[in-house]
């Protein structure tokens, strides 16, 4: 089983997204493989014990002598990912097209229909990280139609209201012929210090900080101390609660379906 992350922007939040769902698997007594397929190491520097695949290492030398080394990361990434019982897979800037493309020739080897494969592409209201999503979401679909597909509605741009009938009917269109694609909804967190927070270590680290440590950067007590509260409280039931539906059936719950 292995859960990809994945929109071909960045900064969409797919590096919080993959924290969020491999913390639930460890609440829920799992041991996940935790890989990202990046140029430079982000989560791996968070938790020693991921996997950094390197992306985009080969030179246009190479390239030109062995084409196939273009596949390289991928076939490192993918075949890690089909060994563990279970993966998650966090993909960086222009990786989920670089999987449809590697899909194309090489997948059905390791992964046949997909029957063990859940994508969860995150999408924000920023123009580009909603087309560019909902495209992978539709390839992806087309590609392993046995899969299951969800796509993370990331309210760190801007909330996506409840009642709003446009992005249900782009769901409708990305779900093709394949299975329909459910949503799970991550609030925005907004706490004063959140800016520095998310930059002071994992999400049990920053979880544990204490208000002093806020003090110390100019920060005042109290926004310091509340921001604290949001964060833990936010983490775990913002976050990690709703990410959670992404892992096996066996130990989740389903997330809502667009019909």
């Known amino acids: ?75 490192d990434a993918m075949t890690r990912a089909q060994e563990a019982d279970l993966a998650i897979v966090s993909l960086g800037a222009n990786l989920t097209q670089a999987l449809q493309v590697w899909a194309q020739s090489s997948s059905h080897a390791l992964f046949g229909e997909g029957e063990t494969l859940t994508f969860a592409i995150v999408l ?24 299951r597909r969800v796509a993370v509605l990331n309210e760190s741009v801007a909330d996506f209201i409840d009642g709003d009938k446009h992005l249900p009917k782009r769901l409708k269109e990305a779900k093709g012929k394949a299975k ?3 949503t799970v909804k991550l609030p925005r967190m907004a ?39 949001m964060v833990e409280k936010w983490i775990a039931d913002d976050l990690i609660t709703p990410l959670s539906m992404l892992l096996p059936s066996n130990i989740a719950n389903t997330p809502n379906s667009v019909p």
């Not at 935790?34 to 390239?63: D, F, Q, W």
């Not at 560019?132 to 899969?147: H, V």
């Not at 959140?194 to 204490?210: D, R, T, V």
Request: aromatic share 6%.
């Open 191 to 229: 706490a004063p210090a959140w800016g520095y927070l998310q930059n002071m270590g994992s999400l049990p680290e920053i979880a544990a900080k204490k208000a002093s440590e806020l003090v110390a950067f100019g920060l005042p007590p109290l926004p310091s101390a509340r921001s604290l509260v």
């Open 1 to 75: 089983m292995a859960v990809i992350i994945g929109n071909d922007k960045g900064g969409v939040g797919k590096d919080l997204v993959a924290e969020g769902i491999y913390l639930a698997a460890r609440q829920r007594g799992q041991i996940p493989v935790l890989i990202e397929v990046e140029i430079e190491k982000r989560l791996a520097n968070l938790y020693p014990e991921a996997v950094h695949v390197m992306a985009g290492s080969t030179s246009p030398e190479e390239l030109y002598r062995n084409p196939d080394k273009a596949f390289a990361p991928l076939d």
């Open 180 to 182: 329909a694609i459910e």
């Open 124 to 147: 924000t209201m920023a123009r580009g990280a909603m087309s560019s999503g909902l495209s992978n979401l539709y390839e992806l679909g087309r590609l392993f139609p046995a899969s």
